[in-house]
């Protein structure tokens, strides 16, 4: 298992610990040891590509490709790189599947991003020589390149609990955005080239033939996504997104489906009800994972250290410990039904479409302030808990709400609820759900895939009328039309409810250690990020702060921790 490394000057590789170094004119390529799933270097067309590619499509590739196609045994890195000699850009937006793919055309170092964001890609520029890699941590030992810590992001990732945009927590590191084609040139300059990017069409066809055509997208997504001979594993919170994943799998599926559910003890109001309810309907083999507080404290550092950049979110222990489940009973592809609330309209919309009706500042910004308010993170809490010279800093820096404005205005799409979606997919879709994905399961040497998140699934969905996925008060409609039959009524119909992840209970018990020693720490103190007496507050569970200090609470502990993981200073 690798994650590749690529240079545009030799014998960069070996300085960053890359293996079977290829040169390619001015580039070089070589593979890392870790989690991932690259191949080595491959040729087509006078280009050099080094990736990590897994094509749900080949066939339709292969064939488009006609007589230039390479052997049917060839690698997807090889068969996307073929691609992309032969179509460009059309090439490459063609493709479903899961990719990061750096290649050496001419003197430039051409970085590609899959559609959605579920594979990653990091570059970074010292001088006049470039390095990329699907490792973060390759490019921070790059010995040429120096840098430190990157307060903007900080201030993003405690706004958004994740790095919405290119910006990583290292000054002068940045990630690939999805569906782009990024060309870092010899003379120091990028240009950026977008593939696919989803469109808002108007299809006034009937809401039952927009159910069906999307019926039958999602049964072609999760076929492709299933593992050929072996059984299936699906990850079932019992919500309508995973259970339907589950219903189609089993479906669709000539081997055993196995599901897997997180419990975190019977005293907490949970979803298991539900999930066995489609497990036995769906007639799986179903197990349920009980996590203690107790383990997610021993094992919450190096799962944060996986991450090349944080994410926020008190449900990654258990999500790994499921990983680790699942690859322990012989798994090696795991589905999931991540996707359904940023492409179909999910309980977030709702407060945003209340609050535009009652929005009278006319500040183009003001849709973008509400949408950071939304996430109630510690966006509001940011005058207390950053120290002075962070925020004196950070005066001139872009404000949080430029990584979302974009995409909440006129012009790409129309329709509020349609920019809603659209920021949701290209913010938190690819930059916390799936990127958390693919390294939580990598780690275990699963692949996770998730058919909601598949291009035509997202292509139809920017297609069905707003008023068809959200229907009044009932979220992602359509979606649930699509498989009302597959599913019994309790589940489709009931509201969004979601597992309560008993985060302040895990803080005053078996955290409550980790957390004053790392956030009180003179390590931390000295880093001079946020202010002492604040977090001995919300330590102390005083103040205005309650009853939502605990999840704030665990964005710094989890920033802390990653900042300690990665050695990084202030």
């Known amino acids: 298992m690798t994650r590749w490394c690529a240079s545009s000057a030799d014998g960069d590789l070996v300085a960053v610990g890359g293996r079977d170094v290829l040169t390619a004119g001015r580039h070089a390529f070589g593979l890392l040891d870790g989690p991932g799933a690259a191949t080595a270097p491959c040729r087509a067309a006078g280009l050099t590509a080094v990736g990590e590619v897994t094509l749900f499509n080949a066939p339709e590739l292969r064939s488009r490709l006609g007589t230039d196609a390479p052997s049917p045994a060839c690698s997807d890195t090889e068969l996307l790189l073929h691609s992309y000699a032969r179509f460009g850009l059309a090439g490459l937006a063609a493709a479903d599947g899961m990719f990061a793919l750096a290649i050496a055309d001419g003197p430039e170092l051409v970085l590609v991003?899959?559609?959605?964001?579920?594979?990653?890609?990091?570059?970074?520029?010292?001088?006049?020589?470039?390095?990329?890699?699907?490792?973060?941590?390759?490019?921070?030992?790059?010995?040429?390149?120096?840098?430190?810590?990157n307060l903007s992001a900080v201030r993003s990732f405690l706004t958004f609990a994740y790095l919405p945009g290119a910006e990583t927590l290292l000054r002068g590191v940045h990630e690939v955005l999805p569906g782009r084609c990024l060309r870092l040139r010899a003379d120091t300059t990028t240009a950026e080239e977008v593939f696919w990017e989803p469109q808002e069409l108007t299809d006034e066809r009937p809401a039952a033939e927009h159910a069906h055509a999307l019926r039958a997208l999602l049964e072609e997504a999760t076929a492709r996504r299933l593992p050929s001979g072996e059984a299936a594993a699906v990850l079932l919170s019992g919500g309508v997104d995973s259970s339907l994943v589950t219903a189609l799998a089993t479906k669709l599926h000539d081997n055993p489906v196995r599901t897997y559910s997180i419990s975190f003890g019977d005293e907490l109001p949970n979803e298991l009800g539900y999930s066995g309810l489609v497990a036995a309907h769906c007639h799986t083999e179903h197990r349920v994972l009980t996590v203690a507080g107790e383990t997610v404290a021993a094992r919450l550092p190096d799962t944060v250290a996986l991450l090349d950049c944080p994410v926020g979110d008190p449900l990654t222990v258990p999500n790994r410990l499921l990983a680790e489940a699942v690859a322990g009973d012989g798994m090696s592809v795991v589905l999931n039904g991540e996707g359904g609330d940023p492409v179909f309209g999910g309980p977030k919309n709702l407060p945003m479409l209340i609050?535009?009706?009652?929005?009278?500042?006319?500040?183009?910004?003001?849709?973008?302030?509400?949408?950071?308010?939304?996430?109630?993170?510690?966006?509001?809490?940011?005058?207390?808990?950053l120290t002075g010279d962070v925020l004196a800093e950070l005066t001139d820096a872009p404000h949080p709400a430029e990584l979302v404005s974009p995409y909440l205005r006129q012009g790409r799409m129309h329709s509020l609820l349609n920019q809603l979606l659209h920021a949701n997919l290209r913010t938190k879709g690819a930059h916390h759900i799936l990127s958390k994905v693919e390294r939580i399961t990598a780690a275990s040497g699963l692949e996770g895939r998730s058919p909601l998140f598949a291009r035509p699934v997202i292509d139809h969905a920017f297609r069905v009328p707003p008023r068809w996925k959200l229907a009044g008060t009932t979220e992602k409609w359509v979606l649930k039309e699509a498989v009302r039959d597959l599913l019994p009524a309790t589940v489709v119909d009931r509201p969004k409810s979601g597992m309560r992840v008993p985060v302040q209970q895990w803080l005053a018990g078996p955290l409550r250690e980790l957390g004053n020693d790392l956030l009180l720490s003179r390590t931390t103190r000295q880093r001079g990020l946020v202010r002492p007496d604040t977090l001995r507050t919300w330590l102390r569970r005083e103040g205005t702060l309650l009853p939502r200090h605990g999840g704030k609470l665990w964005l710094v502990l989890t920033l802390e921790l990653w900042l300690r993981s990665f050695e990084v200073g202030g």
């Not at 390095?131 to 941590?137: D, G, P, Q, V, W």
């Not at 009706?357 to 308010?373: G, T």
């Open 113 to 149: 991003r899959d559609h959605t964001g579920a594979r990653t890609a990091f570059y970074a520029r010292s001088g006049r020589s470039w390095l990329a890699s699907t490792s973060l941590r390759a490019i921070q030992r790059w010995p040429a390149l120096d840098t430190g810590l």
């Open 355 to 385: 609050s535009e009706l009652h929005r009278d500042d006319p500040d183009p910004r003001a849709r973008a302030l509400a949408y950071l308010d939304s996430y109630r993170k510690c966006y509001a809490d940011l005058p207390v808990l």
